[in-house]
């Protein structure tokens, strides 16, 4: 019996071995149920399904105001991830850097871009009660990672 909702997510991809490829070898996320058509990621709790399309897969012009996000809940978890995706040699959308340093909303972030173009941002708060709090802030998102 589930206790919590998951989060579900459809992507557009060319195709599922090259999916599998990415998300499964190079993030580690689990394969659950595949096709030749879908296939099924466990994303870190996110149910992220890749279907094939025959439309063309474009590159987005920049992060905003699509792409998908992850908030580890502990910096080494964050690192181990970014760690990871270096030593897998995936190229970053946008490498590791500090967002907002010195104010409450601080947080490490990278981007990541799969072969589809799908863009995953991945983020840790120094302080998570920000992250659906610091109502009276008016920070979000960063113009200078917008391309």
Known sequence: MMTTAIFHLAIPID???RAKEFYADSLG???GRENKSAVIFNFYGTQLVGHVTQDPLTRQPGIYPRHL?????TKSAWQQLC???QAKNI???HPPKLRFPHQPL???CFF???PFYNLLEFKYYSQPEVIFGARESKLIGD???SN
């Open 15 to 17: 195709n599922v071995a």
């Open 29 to 31: 996320c689990a394969v």
């Open 69 to 73: 996000g992850l908030i580890l809940p």
């Open 83 to 85: 760690d990871r995706a």
């Open 91 to 93: 190229t970053f959308y």
């Open 106 to 108: 601080e947080h490490h």
């Open 112 to 114: 990541l871009e799969d």
């Open 143 to 145: 113009t200078a990672l």
